[in-house]
Each structure stands twice: as C-alpha cells, then as structure tokens.
C-alpha cells in the first residue's frame, strides 16, 4: 500500500508539475495589426489639405463674384439714372419734332427700359445664385467640420483603448511573474516533501 501510495504521489506530483510548466504551450493568439493614431492623423492632414486649399478657392471665388455683382448693381443705377434724364430730354424734344422721329425715339426708350428690366433681373437672379453658393459652401464646411469633430474623438478613443491595453498587457505580465514565483514555490515545496 505505501508504494502505491508513492506511485500516486508522484503521479498527482508530475501531474501538477506538467501543467504549471507546460500550461504556456499551444499556439498564442496572434496580435492585429494596430495602425498608429499618429499615422493616420497625419494620412488626414495630407488628405484634407488639397480640399482645404479648394474649398478657399471656392470662398475666394465667391467674394470676388459678389464684389462684381455690387459693382454692375451700381453700374446698373448710375445707367438707370442716366437713362431717365435722358428720357426726360427726348420727351422734351419729342413734343418739338415730327412723327417719324417720334416713334424712333419712342421705341428707342421702350426698348432701353425693356433692357434695363432685363439687367435687373439678371442681377437679381446672379445674386440669387451666389447667395445659394454661398449656403452650399457653409453646408459643406459644416459637415466636413462635423465629420471632423466626429473622427477625432474616433481618434481619441482608440488612443484610449490603445492605452488600456498597453496597460492590461503589463497587468497580465506582472501575474504571470507573480504566477511563475507562486510555481516554482509549489515545485519546491513538493520536492523538500518528497525528500524527507
């Protein structure tokens, strides 16, 4: 009975000292591959710069066609003005001069109003589209600013998990250190117990 009892505790004895050696073998789970924050903030600069510089030309653009439509809008008054005391003075000779030359001038003065209605609804219409640019620029600006907000708090939290797990893995080095003592006490103590 007491070699069988021998023969058990050195089974359980081998048995323990196998799985505290050995328990690390088998295939360890391969770590994906982690694209530094650093990296990918500065892929976003670089991206982002050629749109940045379109979208200041674009602003560019717009004020220069909005400083344009302001100076035809008074080109377009001053003419108006001009036209009507011009008017004025051909109604003046009008009441003076023969038939023929009447109608010319009066169908020269419809025509001249007809041009200048014209103008002003083009102005007005030019405007109009610049007014709708400009709220499709401030729409864009804003989205791209969202979606911007939006990847750098991506960013920020991924640096966070980054971190985590920087620290978990130090974690379970130090317990596996803690581990490795706690083993090679236990195989001591089995082999001071045997002895005696």
């Excluded at 030309?57 to 001053?78: D, G, P």
């Excluded at 004025?88 to 025509?111: G, R």
């Amino acid at each position: 009975m007491n070699k069988v009892v021998k023969t058990l505790i050195w089974v359980g004895i081998g048995i323990i000292i196998g799985a505290l050696l050995f328990s690390k073998c088998g295939s360890t789970p391969v770590a994906p591959e982690i694209v530094l924050v650093k990296k990918i903030v500065a892929d976003l600069q670089k991206e982002t710069k050629p749109l940045q510089k379109k979208i200041d030309s674009l602003v560019n653009t717009n004020n220069q066609l909005k400083e344009k439509s302001v100076t035809v809008a008074q080109q377009l008054q001053k003419e108006k003005s001009s036209r009507k005391m011009a008017e004025h003075a051909l109604n003046e000779v009008i009441s003076t001069e023969p038939e023929p030359v009447v109608q010319y001038i009066a169908d020269y003065i419809e025509h001249s109003n007809a041009a200048d209605s014209l103008c002003t609804a083009l102005a007005a219409i030019k405007d109009r589209q610049l007014i709708i640019k400009d709220s499709i620029v401030t729409a864009k600006d804003s989205l791209y600013s969202k979606l911007n907000n939006s990847f750098q708090f991506s960013l920020n939290q991924s640096q966070l998990l980054l971190d985590y797990n920087k620290n978990l893995k130090k974690d379970i080095r130090k317990r596996r250190a803690g581990n490795f003592v706690w083993k090679a006490a236990t195989v001591a103590a089995f082999v001071l117990l045997i002895k005696k």
